[in-house]
Structure formats: C-alpha cells, structure tokens
C-alpha cells in the first residue's frame, strides 16, 4: 500500500470520526425526524449510487461515480463501501452499520473508525431513512440534524421528477435542499 492511500484511509477515518461521530448525541434528542416503518436489509444490500447530498468535507473531493455497496454479514451488521472517483483516481472508505433498536429499523446508524474505536458513541453516525421506494429503487437518507442528506438509487441516474420530489419533501422535513450537490455518475 503507497504512502498517499495509507494518508487517504486515515483522514477519511478521522472524517468519519469527528464528522459523522459529532450527531448522534445532538440528533437522538429530535425524534421528530420520520423514517420508514420497515427495511428489509437483504433487499437493500447492494450498490447505491449517489444522486444528490448536501455539501460535507469528507466528499470534498469526490467528482463523481459516487456509490455505497451494503452487504449484509453474519451477525446482526451490515458491511458498507463507500466508493468516488476523483481527479486522482478513486478513494474509498470501509465501514459498518447496524439497527441500534428493532423497533425503529429505519434508524440505522454507520461507524467508519476502526473497530476497536466502536465502543466511543461519538465514531457513529446517524443513518435514518427517511423515504425508500417500494421497490428499493431509491431512497433518501439523512440524519436528525439535518446537517446530512443523501439521495441514492439503483441506478447511476434517477429521474428528475422523482429527485425533485424528494428534495420537496426533505424541505418539508427541515433540510436546506438549496445546497445540495447534484453528482454525476458517468461509470456503470
């Protein structure tokens, strides 16, 4: 492994630290945040390609074919990928997400640190999903801080329709849609 891929996997892991770790004490207070009743994760295993995100540093360098791949493991986790192609090449991340309570399955929560940094609360991430299709064509997802928000979907491109219908309704949920990066994916 070179010098400059061993300096991206540890910032993108101290990102993931004090970005994603900070919300989780702030955000589990606002249970206003609807998510969705119910998620099968084996349907949603898979690759998701980012469709549009509000602005964060840790995708600062991301120019496109932006996507996450789930897969869901032995125990209770689900193994996550994040992959983006920038001006240098591609990057990616390695982490691990998890239903923290069964009773609330669209409230997931995503840890990118080491695992033996797991026990800190502040290295998770919240990871509500707050509208999926039906058939797990799209989804969008944030956080109750509403600092995150993503739209993701099976395919490299989703319909403008759809995408501004979701922006719509993250609006109405409290989240600046004004700021959201549109991606373009152009990698199958």
Same mark, same amino acid.
């Given at each position: 492994?070179?010098?400059?891929?061993?300096?991206?996997?540890?910032?993108?892991?101290?990102?993931?630290?004090?970005?994603?770790?900070?919300?989780?004490?702030?955000?589990?207070?606002?249970?206003?945040?609807?998510?969705?009743?119910?998620?099968?994760?084996?349907?949603?295993?898979?690759?998701?390609?980012? #469709?549009?995100? !509000?602005?964060?540093?840790?995708?600062?360098?991301? @120019? $496109?074919?932006? /996507?996450?791949? =789930?897969?869901?493991?032995?125990?209770?986790?689900?193994?996550?990928?994040?992959?983006?192609?920038?001006?240098?090449?591609?990057?990616?991340?390695?982490?691990?997400?998890?239903?923290?309570?069964?009773?609330?399955?669209?409230?997931?929560?995503?840890?990118?640190?080491?695992?033996?940094?797991?026990?800190?609360?502040?290295?998770?991430?919240?990871?509500? #999903?707050?509208? !999926?299709?039906?058939?797990?064509?799209?989804?969008? @997802? $944030?956080?109750? /801080?509403?600092? =995150?928000?993503?739209?993701?979907?099976?395919?490299?491109?989703?319909?403008?329709?759809?995408?501004?219908?979701?922006?719509?309704?993250?609006?109405?949920?409290?989240?600046?849609?004004?700021?959201?990066?549109?991606?373009?994916?152009?990698?199958?």
């Amino acid at each position: 492994m070179n010098h400059q891929h061993r300096l991206t996997r540890l910032l993108l892991t101290v990102a993931s630290i004090f970005l994603i770790g900070v919300t989780p004490l702030q955000s589990r207070a606002d249970a206003t945040l609807p998510t969705v009743a119910s998620v099968d994760l084996q349907r949603y295993a898979g690759q998701w390609f980012e #469709i549009a995100r !509000l602005p964060m540093w840790f995708e600062r360098n991301c @120019v $496109g074919d932006i /996507s996450a791949t =789930y897969s869901v493991r032995d125990d209770p986790r689900i193994s996550v990928l994040n992959q983006c192609r920038t001006k240098d090449g591609v990057i990616s991340a390695n982490g691990v997400a998890e239903v923290p309570d069964p009773m609330h399955p669209g409230q997931l929560r995503v840890r990118f640190a080491p695992a033996w940094l797991s026990w800190l609360p502040l290295v998770w991430g919240d990871y509500w #999903i707050l509208a !999926l299709d039906p058939q797990y064509r799209w989804v969008m @997802v $944030g956080a109750p /801080s509403r600092e =995150y928000l993503w739209i993701l979907s099976r395919t490299p491109s989703l319909e403008q329709q759809q995408i501004d219908a979701l922006k719509h309704q993250a609006q109405t949920l409290g989240f600046d849609v004004h700021k959201m990066i549109d991606v373009r994916n152009d990698s199958p």
